[in-house]
Every structure is written in structure tokens, then in C-alpha cells.
């Protein structure tokens, strides 16, 4: 069930491509900035008509339900993390990237590995030091800056 | 000739030189295996710390770094199935399966030979055949380079089985690579009017979010797993190996040095041409392919690194660059007052000689640093998925900002990510993704220089397709994969009947 439903998403996805491809240019000429935007769309709406219908000629799976679509693609620990990486990214321009991807770190490793709080809080320390003397010292990367403690993070 | 070798051995001489030569491939190793930073970040942050300095000691440096991050990507595409580059992207259909089947120490081993000898070869190649590859390449004209782009996105397309679920996910690259400004006539294309999406989709960010990220939730779906532990118990892969893939690692060789020498066309397509070589002359594996068949890690592995020295022709002969990192390697030239082009050669001819020394040398120090320390790297994919899976993210992060600085990236690669996910939990193929978002640009320009050509006459560009030789070749090459992936090839509907 679930599989046909993302089908028919990427049918839409497409059109709505499609539509977006036309609307840069038109069909005003043959080198025109919209035309190779137009074939690649015409392609994926082209490939998604042919990946729905083999889809629809498979038999339908048993039990096939909203549930068991949930429970299967998207199960609860999964939508708790990407709720946390969304919280991370979310509070990283006001904290900056150290602290937010801390304080990430220390409550994904708690959650998922269940070792109380020492085993993740060494973890986070470590992987932080590391992370820092790699990407800001040795290669020099800027890291994102919040507004909370700017001339630190 | 004495000069030439004399200039050969600079690099093998002096004890500065060999050191740059050999800490720039041990970093090129790291750099190329950790998702999320590309060898062509590190070359060109190390421009901004080199170019004070003498243009040998740059120059050994920047090499050993492109030799080591070419090979580096294929160790996290072994042991994690997350390519650390583009070029390894064909090395995880069979390096992770053998993996996990407990082979990863033999499968490492085995690509690092094949790597030093497929970089080996791109070097004979570039010290025998630059002038007649350079001009063969000088030939190509820009229908050739459309051509190019849509057999290499095709291939990695069919790889999947399923041709509409590649050449969907092929499109949404090439539309992904079409985000921004039109560079010719700087009209937005899926700007939605919004100034962030201006500049573009940067192609690291896609790599990052479709194969890091997507693969990162797809580990949360089990956890709570015990964590692979990759047995590294033999890393020399066996003689009886060795001289079983031999040929195919020419073979493979070939290919990679005469794909990176064309300009614009890298490690990937070379990689990604050689693994579909691989599988079409190989009428009998040991192990199927896509299951952990040698031959589908043997022959991406030698053509990348033969790509590397086939990259260094049009770059050194006629100034334009192979790929990416020769293109921030022509930077670092210009920026000691270096012209590569065709008088390169004539005028300077001491420094064409002290790369070619410098990047055998660096192959060696590949050797030595391939065979040795797996052990301690296959350690972090011991650690558990509920630290690795987290701190995945957070490299990605800091990867998808690194790239341009800009916080929309970071987004823009848990978007990819999520999107990532469901195309492979329904068996969509990702890399094509990351192909199409590499050539889009490319074929887009191409198509459109081609068509100008053509004076607009539609009737005029297609016949410029066959009553060209080079044209034809590669017309006929695309016309036959398109039609083996339709009942119309005998092979096919024999397999189809099979199947059923």
C-alpha cells in the first residue's frame, strides 16, 4: 500500500515539475533555459506513469493497512529522531553548531542506546573535542555561529 | 630523456618532498572515506594554505591528497555502504555485501592493489599518450559531451534492475542540478522567486543527504542490532585472486585512463562504465553481482585510480580539467604563475615530469597506507548504531554547511535525506540521483551549444548525430543500452522469461 501511495507522490512531484519546467520558459525556442528542465521532467513523469502501473498490476499485500504502513515505514523511534535532528537544526542559528549538536548528540545516544548518562556523556565529549580539532582546527571549516554566544560558537 | 628522469625523481629524493607526498596521501585516505568531506574541499582549502609556498611542495602535497581521497572513498563504501565519494559509488554495490559476509579486510585489500595498479596505468598513460589522447578529446564536440552524460546516468540507471525506477530517479537528478540561475542567460530555473535557491543545489550537498543521511535513518530501523563487526582477518587478498582479476583490472585500467582523460568526465563515469563493462564480459562470477562479485569491486576501483593520472592529460596538455579537483589543481598552477595548457609541456617541461614522479610516488604511499591501519578504521563501524546513527548526522551537517556556508544546505540535505529513505526502503536506486545532479549542468550546456550549432534546426542536430564518427560511436553505444533494457533485446526476454 504503502509503495503505490508513494508512486502516485512521485506521479504529482512530477507533474508539478513538469508545470514548474514550462512556466521558466515556455516552448519559446528550442535553447531556451526551460527546455532541458521540460525533458527531464517530461522523463520522470514519463518513468512514474510506467513504476504506477507495475505497481497496480502487483497483487495487493495482505493486511495492507494505515497501521501496518506506519508501524513498517515509519515506526515510532524513527519520527522521535528525525524530531530530534529537526530540534537540532532548529536550535542551532540561535545556539550555534557545538552546543546545539551537543546537546543533540548527548539525547540521541541517551535515547537509543540506554546506558544511562555516563556512557553518552563521554561520548558526546569525545566526539566534540574530535570534531572540533578535525573540521574547525586542522581543515579550517566555519562552523554555523549562533546568536547566543557569538564570538565562542 | 635524463631530464625527464631527473624531474621524475625529485619528489623520490628529496625527504621534504617525500614526506608532503606521503602525509597528503595518508590525509586523502581519511578525507576521501568520511561522508561528507570530498577530495576537492580538501584541495582547495589546501590552496588557501599553499600558495606561499614553492610550487613543488604544493604541488606533492595536492597530489598525494587526490591519489588517497580518490581510493579513501571506497573504504566507507566497503565497510559502511556509503560511498566517500562520487567515484566509489559503483566499489558499495559489491564492496558492502562482501562485507557483510565478512570479507571486508580481503575486499579492502583487494581494492587497494587494484587501485595502485589501475593509478599506475593512468600514469603510463599520461606519460605515453597525452599529445594524440589530448587531441582525440580535443575532437568531442558538445553533442558528444550530451551523449556522454546520457549513457553515464543510463548505466548507472540500469544498475538497479529496474529501468523506470532508474531513469526516474536519473531525471530528478538532472532536474535537482538545474535548481538556480540559467548560466547563459541567468533566468531562474525552480527559484520560486527566493534568493536562496540562486546559486543552486550544490551536488555534495544531494551526495551527502541521498546516501549519509538516507542511510543513517534507514539504520534506525533496526537499531537495536548488534553492530556489524566486519571481520579484517586477511587484508593481502590471495595470489589465486590477484591473478584472476589481472585482465579485467587492465581492462578496467583502460577505461578509467581514457574516461578521465576526456574533459569533464571523472573517476565517477569511469567507475560507473567499467563496473557495466564488468558485468556485461563476465559471463560467470563466482558470485553474482550486487551480491559481492571481486569483479564489481576490481574493476570501479582500477578505473577510478587509473582516472586519476587520464585527468591529469587535458589538464596538463591542453588546460582543461578532467574533473573537479583538477580544476581546483589548475587554480593552485595559476596561482604560481603556471599556465597549464599546450605550452606547459614545451616551456616547462621539468614540472610535467615532477607530477607525473609525484603521483607514482604517491601510489606507493597508497599501497603502504591501503594495507596497513584497516583494522583500527573497520573499528568505527563496530561502534553501535546508537552512536554511529547520531554522529552521522551531525558529520553530515557540518559537511552539507561546509561546502558553500550556507545554513539552507543543511536543510536542503535532510530534505534529500527523508526523500533518500523511501526511495530506498522501495527499492529506488539513489546514485543515479547524485549522477544526474553531477551531469545535469553539464548536459544542459551541452545540448544547448549543440542545438545553437545546429543553427535551432532540430532536423540538422539529429543528423549531426550520425554523420559524425565520434557522434555515431557513441549514438550507437547509447541506442544499444537504451534498447537492452526493452523486450526488444533477446537477452532481456530470455531473462524475463526466467524470472517469471
Known sequence: MGELWFAFALLLFAMAALWQAYGISGFSGLTSAGVFPMLAAVTMVVAALSILAATLRRPVEENASVRRFVAQVLPARLIAFLALVVGFLVIMPWAGFMPSAAVFLFTATALLWRRGVIAPTLVTATAMVLIWLTFRLAFQIILPRGVLFPSLF | ?500
Open chain 2, 1 to 500: 630523456m635524463p631530464d625527464a628522469v631527473a624531474n621524475f625523481l625529485i619528489a623520490w629524493l628529496d625527504p621534504w618532498l617525500l614526506l608532503l607526498t606521503g602525509l597528503g596521501t595518508l590525509a586523502g585516505v581519511y578525507v576521501g572515506a568520511i561522508p561528507g568531506l570530498s577530495v576537492t574541499m580538501a584541495a582547495s582549502i589546501l590552496i588557501s594554505f599553499t600558495f606561499k609556498w614553492d610550487v613543488n611542495d604544493a604541488l606533492a602535497l595536492m597530489t598525494g591528497v587526490f591519489v588517497g581521497g580518490v581510493y579513501g572513498g571506497a573504504r566507507t563504501a566497503i565497510l559502511l555502504n556509503i560511498p566517500g565519494a562520487p567515484s566509489a559509488i559503483a566499489t558499495a554495490l559489491d564492496g558492502y555485501p562482501l562485507a557483510k559476509k565478512g570479507l571486508a579486510g580481503e575486499a579492502i585489500g583487494l581494492t587497494t592493489l587494484m587501485s595502485v595498479m589501475g593509478g599506475l596505468i593512468g600514469i603510463v598513460a599520461l606519460a605515453l599518450f597525452a599529445p594524440p589522447l589530448s587531441s582525440l578529446a580535443l575532437m568531442f564536440q558538445s553533442r558528444d559531451y550530451l551523449l556522454l552524460g546520457l549513457i553515464g546516468i543510463l548505466l548507472v540507471g540500469t544498475l538497479s534492475g529496474d529501468f523506470a525506477k532508474g531513469a526516474f530517479a536519473g531525471a530528478l537528478g538532472v532536474l535537482i542540478g538545474m535548481v538556480g540561475l540559467d548560466p547563459m542567460t541567468a533566468e531562474g530555473r525552480f527559484t520560486f522567486g527566493t534568493i536562496t535557491l540562486m546559486g543552486g543545489i550544490h551536488y555534495v550537498v544531494a551526495m551527502i543527504g541521498f546516501f549519509g543521511v538516507a542511510e543513517a535513518l534507514m539504520q534506525m530501523r533496526d537499531i537495536d542490532l548488534p553492530a556489524v563487526r566486519q571481520r579484517v582477518s586477511r587484508v593481502v587478498p590471495p595470489w589465486a585472486d590477484v591473478k584472476r582479476y589481472f585482465a579485467l583490472a587492465l581492462r578496467s585500467s583502460g577505461i578509467g585512463a581514457v574516461i578521465g582523460a576526456l574533459p569533464g568526465t571523472g573517476g565517477d563515469i569511469a567507475a560507473l562504465l567499467a563496473y557495466d563493462q564488468a558485468k556485461r564480459s563476465t559471463k560467470d562470477p563466482q558470485t553474482p553481482f550486487g551480491e559481492g562479485a571481486k569483479e564489481g569491486l576490481v574493476a570501479p576501483e582500477a578505473a577510478n585510480n587509473a582516472a586519476v593520472g587520464g585527468a591529469f592529460i587535458p589538464m596538463l596538455t591542453l588546460g582543461i580539467p578532467g574533473d573537479a579537483v583538477t580544476a581546483v589543481i589548475i587554480g593552485a598552477l595559476f596561482i604560481h604563475g603556471l599556465k597549464p595548457g599546450p605550452l606547459l609541456l614545451s616551456d616547462t617541461p621539468h614540472l610535467f615530469w615532477f607530477m607525473v614522479g609525484s603521483l607514482t610516488l604517491a601510489n606507493v604511499f597508497l599501497l603502504i597506507f591501503g594495507l596497513t591501519g584497516i583494522r583500527i578504521f573497520a573499528k568505527i563501524v563496530e561502534c553501535p548504531k546508537a552512536v554511529l546513527v547520531p554522529l552521522i548526522i551531525v558529520l553530515s551537517v557540518v559537511g552539507a554547511y561546509a561546502i558553500q556556508n550556507n545554513p539552507a544546505d543543511i536543510y536542503w540535505m535532510l530534505a534529500f535525506g527523508v526523500v533518500g529513505y523511501f526511495m530506498k526502503y522501495y527499492s529506488y536506486p539513489v546514485a543515479p540521483v547524485i549522477l544526474g545532479v553531477i551531469l545535469g549542468p553539464m548536459m544542459d550546456a551541452n545540448y544547448r551549444r549543440a542545438m545553437i550549432g545546429a543553427r535551432n534546426d532540430p532536423l540538422t542536430f539529429l543528423a549531426d548525430f550520425i554523420t559524425h564518427p565520434i557522434s555515431l560511436v557513441l549514438s550507437v553505444a547509447f541506442l544499444l543500452m537504451l534498447i537492452s533494457q526493452t523486450p526488444l533485446w533477446p537477452g532481456r526476454r530470455k531473462r524475463e522469461a526466467e524470472a517469471e
